[in-house]
């Protein structure tokens, strides 16, 4: 095989490798921009608007099909080796972390219907908090992820204590609304499971991160990861200290 040869097979390579990462990243924006429209529906209280971003759940579908054909192919022509086979299973491990936030995005939208049915109550506010620092996860390991930026994905992968932090306290603050006003068990449960699929958007950002970090080193994170979710476990909630 010829130099010239040599070196356009390994362009169109290179060409494929980013591509395939430019539509991680296309995929990853699309998951963000499910999480924040959800939040919307939530403080709109817009059934149809929530239902939208529900079906809207199939687009990111598609796209992780879309990805992992692409992954098979490139295995299946290019058989690639060393850091070339870490970069293609990574994308493959990437695009079913940002298939699952897509479905917790999808589920927040849609626990946000039968909320809408019931009197408007004052903890909702607290999910678009949440929903910030997730978002801010999503969006640095995604640059990460693009710019192979393993000092990024790692400051990411310990930001999640933040989100750990602010759900195990929205938790507790939940949990004082029950306790004081039975009436509000219902609406308050679908905001916890709200607040934990939310929650658990940052435990993908974090495993997107440790790809990354594998993608760039070479080697995995096995560093401990500080956890403060602290809901299985939760101090006793004291009566009467309820936020007006």
């Not at 080796?81 to 298939?99: C, K, P, Q």
């Not at 009436?183 to 499971?193: D, E, K």
């Not at 435990?203 to 956890?227: C, M, S, Y």
């Amino acid at each position: 095989m010829s130099g010239s040869s040599k070196e356009h097979i390994i362009k169109s390579y290179d060409d494929e490798l980013l591509r395939l990462t430019g539509e991680l990243v296309r995929m990853g924006e699309l998951a963000v921009s499910q999480l924040e429209a959800a939040i919307d529906v939530v403080d709109r209280r817009d059934e149809r608007a929530a239902q939208h971003v529900v079906n809207n759940d199939e687009a990111i579908d598609q796209l992780e099909q879309e990805i992992s054909h692409d992954v098979v192919r490139l295995l299946a022509l290019r058989a690639p080796i060393a850091g070339d086979l870490r970069h293609v299973f990574a994308a493959l491990r990437i695009a079913a972390d940002i298939e699952r936030i897509g479905d917790y995005a999808a589920n927040v939208a849609k626990r946000s219907i039968p909320l809408s049915m019931a009197a408007p109550l004052a903890p909702t506010g607290g999910l678009a908090h949440l929903a910030e620092l997730a978002a801010e996860e999503i969006r640095g390991v995604l640059r990460a992820y693009r710019d192979r930026d393993a000092e990024l994905a790692y400051k990411v992968w310990q930001d999640d204590v933040q989100l750990d932090e602010a759900y195990t306290a929205y938790f507790r603050e939940l949990l004082t609304y029950m306790m004081e006003d039975p009436r509000v068990i219902t609406p308050c449960t679908h905001l916890l499971f709200m607040a934990k699929n939310i929650e658990r958007i940052g435990d993908h950002a974090t495993n997107i991160a440790e790809n990354v970090w594998f993608l760039v080193k070479g080697e995995p994170l096995t560093a401990q990861r500080d956890k403060r979710d602290l809901t299985s476990n939760p101090e006793p909630v004291k009566l009467g200290n309820r936020p007006d």
